[in-house]
């Protein structure tokens, strides 16, 4: 991948923040636990490492949970049922063949991980035509690395899901209904007309099971390397098909 393109400048959290419900308008006085974005990004990163992926997937999967994260989306989740569904599977299994206008998988569903550090490496396919992405498994992973294509092309990109559609101009993301967790098929392109942005957050909040779930992973980054831990995870080129 190229140049990173966000770079980390605030000290990391090391202590949940408890946000009170009431300040949320929220009834009663049970606290909310939420998370710095640095610490955010530092877990989805570590929690992808763990669960096989390069360090190099690893640094993209933090970037694209952080980047959720501060648009107010549980990029958590998102990051936590990937990890999950995928855990222990072939990468060329869930890698995209970039050949043509249909970016599909060898198995039966892309990874968004591999599918959007792949998508910003070929953000110049845009130019030419609009790119379907799928089937793919958590299709908001996928909003992140259009932004970066949209930064990249110094234009607008629109991502639309069956559900929903995201249009982005690489800093801003106007957002409407809904991209879901189940397989879809998501329709790349370039151009759109930006809404109102999402109103950006400082703090991410995300479910607990998710977050339980990412730390899980993130733990296998401290247990000794297998011999086929270390061949599944090592490869700094992305597993592209064609």
């Known amino acids: 991948m190229g140049p990173n393109l966000y770079v980390c400048r605030c000290a990391l959290s090391r202590r949940p923040f408890i946000a009170k ?3 949320l308008g929220l009834p009663g006085g049970v606290g909310v636990v939420t998370y710095s974005l640095n610490e955010i990004q530092t877990t989805s990163k570590k929690a992808t490492r763990g669960a096989g992926y390069s360090w190099g997937l690893a640094e993209e999967a933090g970037f694209a949970v952080r980047w959720l994260c501060n648009q107010g989306m549980d990029g958590c989740a998102a990051l936590a049922r990937t990890l999950t569904q995928f855990d222990g599977a072939d990468f060329m299994d869930i890698s995209p063949n970039v050949q043509g206008e249909q970016w599909s998988a060898k198995g039966d569903v892309l990874c968004p991980l591999i599918a959007g550090a792949v998508l910003s490496d070929h953000a110049n396919k845009l130019r030419a035509q609009a790119v379907n992405v799928g089937p793919v498994l958590e299709p908001s992973l996928l909003i ?8 990249a092309l110094q234009g607008v990109v629109t991502v639309e899901f069956p559900g929903g559609v995201a249009i982005l101009d690489g800093n801003n993301l106007s957002y ?3 991209a879901g967790s189940a397989t ?3 329709v790349i392109r370039l151009g759109g007309e930006l809404g ?5 957050v400082s703090r991410g909040n995300p479910e607990s099971s998710a ?3 990412l ?3 993130a733990q296998r980054t401290y247990a000794p390397a297998t011999e086929e831990s270390r061949m599944k995870g090592a490869g700094a080129e992305l597993p592209i098909v064609g």
């Open 176 to 178: 409407s209904g809904h």
């Open 196 to 200: 109102t942005p999402n109103a950006a």
């Open 215 to 217: 730390n899980k992973f």
């Open 211 to 213: 977050w339980d779930a």
């Open 184 to 186: 879809e098929i998501v």
């Open 144 to 151: 992140p690395f259009a932004a970066l294509c949209a930064r």
């Open 21 to 23: 419900l009431s300040s």
